[in-house]
């Protein structure tokens, strides 16, 4: 998995790496961001909605544990 930067203007998959699925979690001061990019047909598979949706409650669970210390 190449990373992408996030000004990277090409679409995911373009140049010599075809990117399936490119995540990044940042934070700013007091927020969390979560940035997912994939391909229509990586997405389209059936195993990638509940892993996305485990992604997202992770997140969100290392966020209120943040929010707590």
């Known amino acids: 998995l190449t990373?992408?930067?996030p000004h990277d203007p090409r679409p995911i998959g373009a140049?010599?790496?075809r990117i399936k699925?490119?995540?990044a979690?940042?934070?700013y001061e007091d927020r969390v961001?979560?940035?997912i990019e994939a391909d229509d047909a990586y997405?389209?598979?059936?195993?990638i909605p509940p892993l996305l949706r485990s992604i997202e409650q992770s997140v969100i669970a290392?966020?209120?544990k943040i929010d707590r210390a």
């Not at 997405?43 to 195993?47: F, K, P, Q, S």
């Open 33 to 35: 961001y979560l940035s």
């Open 21 to 23: 699925l490119a995540i």
């Open 25 to 27: 979690l940042t934070s």
């Open 3 to 5: 990373p992408v930067e």
């Open 15 to 17: 140049g010599h790496h």
């Open 62 to 64: 290392l966020a209120r």
């Open 43 to 47: 997405l389209a598979a059936e195993e």
